[in-house]
T-cell receptor, first 113, second 112 residues
Framework: DAGVIQSPRHEVTEMGQEVTLRCKPI?????LFWYRQTMMRGLELLIY????????DSGMPEDRFSAKMPNASFSTLKIQPSEPRDSAVYFC???????????FGQGTRLTVV | GQQLNQSPQSMFIQEGEDVSMNCTSS?????WLWYKQDPGEGPVLLIA?????ELTSNGRLTAQFGITRKDSFLNISASIPSDVGIYFC????????????FGAGTQVVVTP
């Protein structure tokens, strides 16, 4: 397996634009996580899914953020409209089971100017 | 809020030295995970601990699950330049089984 695949690796966008980040989890994994990493706040869990169903979205900062998982092999994290303070590295991770090891993608570095 | 306290924040060591770092929590954890993050990459799992008192090794890395279940330690023996990176402890929060929470990380710099 190629591991967790995220796209794009880098995204630069203007304030106010819509941004969509994509993730393909490891095949067979039933949990999918979206994290955001910044210098100030470290790694923060935004939302996680179990069997494509959102379980906990309490980490989603605002209504501007939304995440979907239409099937077991694909998830998106959307920010609309984007703001400069959204600039961060966004990671997707997947795991087999809730308490087992989570495998991370390489991340998407988002810069909002 | 942040429940995992990781220390030290950073370490500057010479190649060949041993490294120790720890993670503490005010809450009991049933699982401790240690990850390493290289620049520009996602965190990679190093060691997983599932039982209080457990001591597990992975090459030059050794991690322990504290008896109180509120702490964990990671040791790196005979450090080499590729040990450079940020090391994170992580565990599921007590109130949400699937919610993996991370410590702030320990930055390790190895000089020749």
């Amino acid at each position: 397996d190629a591991g967790v695949i995220q796209s794009p690796r880098h995204e630069v966008t203007e304030m106010g634009q819509e941004v969509t980040l994509r993730c393909k989890p490891i095949s067979g994994h039933d949990y999918l996580f979206w994290y955001r990493q910044t210098m100030m706040r470290g790694l923060e869990l935004l939302i996680y899914f179990n069997n494509n169903v959102p379980i906990d979205d309490s980490g989603m900062p605002e209504d501007r953020f939304s995440a979907k998982m239409p099937n077991a092999s694909f998830s998106t994290l959307k920010i609309q409209p984007s703001e400069p303070r959204d600039s961060a590295v966004y990671f997707c991770a997947s795991s087999l089971g809730a308490v087992t090891e989570a495998f991370f993608g390489q991340g998407t570095r988002l810069t909002v100017v | 809020g942040q429940q995992l306290n990781q220390s030290p924040q950073s370490m500057f060591i010479q190649e060949g030295e041993d490294v120790s770092m720890n993670c503490t929590s005010s809450s009991i954890f049933n699982t401790w995970l240690w990850y390493k993050q290289d620049p520009g990459e996602g965190p990679v799992l190093l060691i997983a601990l599932y039982k209080a008192g457990e001591l597990t090794s992975n090459g030059r890395l050794t991690a322990q699950f504290g008896i109180t279940r509120k702490d964990s330690f990671l040791n790196i023996s005979a450090s080499i330049p590729s040990d450079v990176g940020i090391y994170f402890c992580a565990g599921p929060t007590p109130d949400s089984w699937g919610k993996l929470q991370f410590g702030a990380g320990t930055q390790v710099v190895v000089t020749p």
